[in-house]
């Protein structure tokens, strides 16, 4: 009798081997996901390969020179709009002050897919040095730049302006700076082509000081359409 | 009118022919009035102003953002292909003028220079169509330097505070809902066992 029941108790009972599996591939799951979402979830830095090179790319940058693939400049116009397409950006621009000391103002942290422009500079197409700046994340998560710093030389940026034209943008150098030590010049300087900073925040975290630098792409004005 | 966009020096070059048409234009319309009242009975003004492809109501302005003292050149499809447009950038102290028909494109054309004393602000330039009446307005921004001589930004910008960091509390929750199911499969599985050993 004994024998009988477990005997079918082993081999008869499909039930109990599948609520084992399941439970056992829960049980894994459940651990992968718990050290998986518990983990941090910085976001990704630009490496050195991706800093200014000492090509004629970088001195072009001060109108030394007419390098290739340089676009015109286009009439100001004021942008709606930034798209780029490697780290999946689409995002409307709204128009960014100065603070009180003179830093670049920051959009509303609660929009997460909003970025921003400094009104009172160069519109993104026009000679000189156009500024974007957007949030890498909020009190939520993730926000519009997250990934800017994974974005890498070659790679394109599209600023949809008001006047229909959209200018399209070429990244020559995606760098990571120190707050304490921010070039204010090479980044928001002036500069003899039309040319494009995004900015966020980025570099090493701590719990009271936020972020402690920013990553800045630098990219170029290659054409319009 | 693309074409004047994208050059900047394309009012330059367009100023022989420009200020021709806009000669032209004027003594026409000085000379034959009873034509374009003629004209204006009829609803060709809006239709060309349609067939353009732009919106009819629009004033294009080259560059919408200036400094004091800058020229700026207006462009507009609303009117007639030969209709002489009235301008007005009183608004910025500019005063009156008067956009023509190019001489080979359905827009009419005019330019006139913000006063050196142009406070910065945005301002309303209006143009209103000799023979059809139609009135479009195009908004101007007069900036107070110009780019060369613009305020920077200075240092850092603060546009993170760490909440992507954190746990990620949807993951969290999956994963403590996939360890319930797993903890009650279990003990199912316990209990069975068990009540089998003992029988």
Redesign the interface.
Known sequence: M?RT??GS?RAGSPG?TV??S??????C??????V????????PQPSAAQAHSASAEDGAGRGSGRPPGRA???????PDRIRIPAIGVDAPLTGLG?TG????D?PP?GRANLAGW?E????PG???TA?V???????????V??SLGALRKGGTVEVDRR?G?VAVFTVHAVEV?D?RD?P?GKV???AGRPELRI????GD?S?TT??R??VVVYAHLTG?R | MRDTARRPSGPARLTGPALAAAAAGLLVAAAAPAVYAEESAAPAGPLHGATAGKPAGSLELHPDMVVAGAQVTVNTAACGDDDTVAGDATAVGAGRFTLAPGSDEPDSTGRFRVPPGAQPGTYEIVATCDAGGQRVTGDLVVRLTPAAQQMYPRGSVKTGVGGALGPDPVQTAAGVTALAVAAAGGTWLLHRRARGDGI
Do not use: K, M, Q
């Open positions: 004994r029941r477990r108790g109990d609520i084992g399941v439970s056992v591939c829960a049980l799951c459940g651990l992968w996901l718990l998986g979402g518990a983990a941090t979830h910085a976001p015109f400049a286009l009439p100001p116009s004021p100065l000391t003179g830093s670049l920051v942290p400094y009172a500079g160069t519109t026009e000679t000189g500024i700046a957007g949030h890498v994340d909020n009190a939520e998560g993730p926000a730049f997250y006047d034209t700076y707050a921010f204010d928001y300087g002036a900015i966020t925040c980025g975290y719990r936020g972020y630098g920013n319009s």
